[in-house]
């Protein structure tokens, strides 16, 4: 995800994204000590059991899972899943249904992410497939939120709008509903992920009800709304954002990272859509890498490899590249996830609490902005930081973000879940409260100096103290995709997510046999 100017050091950083991480890489390469060059080969962790081969593709290409019916579903997952939930039915604005892009920090009043929208709009299904609320409270909500963005003001001015040409800034206000501030930019990922929210509620919210009926309408009206050419500087590529101060960005979004999801929905668009070129450029600049033992297309931060397999079911489905390689692009997120942990047991950084059950790299909070020593050597520690590891570059400071691992779970239940149960059982004390995990922790700091956020637990260690959108999202709908696909089953139904793939080139499958 995009990042917020550093002129505003007081706003926490969102996630950034795959350009940046890669600009940000080169600077904090050097300094980022534990870093591993190329990892020895690892032994690959077994396949799931109930994954089997499929006819016509690779032996590592997965068969679906449709229900997680052999194996009971651990308590504390399902605990999880609903603490997870209720960070978006508690904490969303239930007039606008606008979500905080964290929470409980107050530094920022009524800061909302219009990413942590999206997320939110695709756990109200699931609140009503578990139990957590009714299907009229879910469609109220919905209603709520959708009213608010088909109607929210847009222009090309710096302020008093919500977004323009369709787009949204990534962060509003939630008292206001406009733009929070001049550095915020208008962000087509964000955005993205809002629409893929907007696009599940329309695909289940089916009935006769007037209600539902409207959100129907209204998420096509706000589907449609988008105009994807206008984020085409350098076609057929797509720019990562626009502001009324600097007009277009001059990064694009190329791969392999979270915006997977972005094209299909920018190639499924019925008004604007992009030319499937730009699918093909996007793939051009993938990295193919053999990582501690692993071959697969290297995005460092494990939620690269997790946002768009929210909502897409890549299972048994290909693209040209993925073609050429044998694979899917579910098998490619469960081998970067078998890597990462891979990593963490050989541990090149020596950081406190790695192993086979405490892994999970990836954008998150830290302690510190600050260089510090650890067993005899300088290290540097960071605050909210693109944290990754992977054959392109490695950022680790010994933070672990329990997200990584929880939302995993579809692509590897046998080493996630584990993990999700240690990290519960060893620093739930201190990880561990109303909404589930808090974001982040990290066992190695331990210093006796003042941490920049978050908390020091003398002798155990940093623990952030904020709840991310971004987290929750994830791991409410990847535990329920897990345990019966809900959200890929709805994605499967819709036109513009199968039409978005099917230029992209993409085939076989459960696409060759959708409408």
């Known amino acids: ?57 690779s032996s590592a ?20 899943e609903a603490r997870s939930f209720r960070y978006f039915w508690e904490l969303a604005d239930p007039v606008n249904g606008l979500v905080p892009d964290r929470w409980p920090d107050g530094r920022l009043p009524n800061f909302s992410s219009i990413a942590a929208v999206g997320f939110g709009l695709t756990a109200y299904p699931i609140g009503v497939q578990r139990g957590y609320i009714s299907r009229a409270e879910a469609r109220d909500r919905v209603l709520a939120t959708l009213r608010f963005f088909t109607r929210a003001p847009q222009g090309p001015e710096p302020a008093g709008k919500a977004g323009y040409k369709g787009f949204f800034y990534h962060f509003l206000d939630s008292g206001t509903g406009a733009r929070y501030g001049s550095d915020v930019e208008l962000s087509s990922i964000d955005t993205a992920l809002l629409l893929a929210g907007a696009l599940a509620c329309q695909s289940f919210f089916d ?52 915006a997977m999801i972005l094209y299909v929905l920018a190639l499924g668009s019925p008004t604007h859509p992009v030319s499937p070129q730009a699918w ?63 990593y963490a047991i050989a541990n090149p950084g020596g ?35 693109g944290r990754g590891a992977g054959a392109t570059f490695t950022i680790d400071d010994g933070t672990v973000a329990p997200t990584a691992a929880a939302a995993s779970l579809p692509f590897a239940p046998e080493i996630a879940a584990p993990a999700v149960r240690a990290m519960y059982e060893r620093w739930g004390n201190d990880l561990w409260s109303t909404y589930g995990f808090l974001d982040a922790f990290n066992p190695t700091f331990t210093f006796d100096v003042k941490p920049a956020m978050g908390r020091i637990v003398p002798g155990v260690g940093w623990f952030a103290t904020d709840y991310l959108g971004l987290d929750q999202g994830p791991i409410v709908a990847m535990i329920e995709n897990y345990r019966s696909g809900f959200v890929w089953s709805l994605m499967r139904t819709n036109p513009y997510v199968v039409s978005g793939l099917r230029r992209a080139g993409f085939a076989g499958g459960w696409l060759d046999r959708a409408p």
């Open 280 to 342: 093909q450029a996007y793939t051009r600049t993938y990295t193919w890498a053999d990582w501690y033992g692993q071959e697969y297309v290297a995005f460092p931060p494990l939620f690269g490899h997790q946002y768009s397999h929210v909502w897409i079911d890549f299972r048994g489905i290909q693209d040209d590249y993925m073609r050429a390689k044998g694979i899917d692009y579910f098998e490619n997120s469960r081998r970067a996830v078998v890597a990462q942990r891979a």
């Open 207 to 258: 009935g006769a009800d007037p209600g539902e009926t409207e959100i129907r309408s209204l998420a096509d009206a706000l589907y449609r709304g988008a105009d994807w050419t206008f984020l085409q500087p350098r076609p057929p590529l797509v720019a990562m954002g626009w502001t009324p101060e600097h007009g277009l960005h001059d990064h694009d979004w190329r791969g392999y990272d979270e």
């Open 61 to 80: 290409v997965r068969k679906p899972r449709l229900k997680l019916t052999a194996v009971r579903l651990d308590p504390l997952l399902d605990d999880l």
């Open 351 to 385: 950081w406190a609490g790695y192993g086979e059950n405490v892994w999970g790299v990836t954008a998150c909070d830290g302690p510190a902005d600050a260089t510090l020593t650890y067993k005899g050597s300088p290290r540097r520690f960071y605050t909210y930081a």
């Open 1 to 57: 995800m995009s990042e917020m100017s550093s002129s505003t050091p007081t706003v926490p950083r969102p996630r950034p994204s795959a350009a940046r991480l890669l600009g940000l890489s080169l600077a904090l390469l050097l300094a980022a000590c534990g870093a591993a060059p190329a990892g020895p080969a690892a032994g690959r962790t077994p396949a799931s059991p109930a994954a089997s081969a499929e006819s016509g593709l």
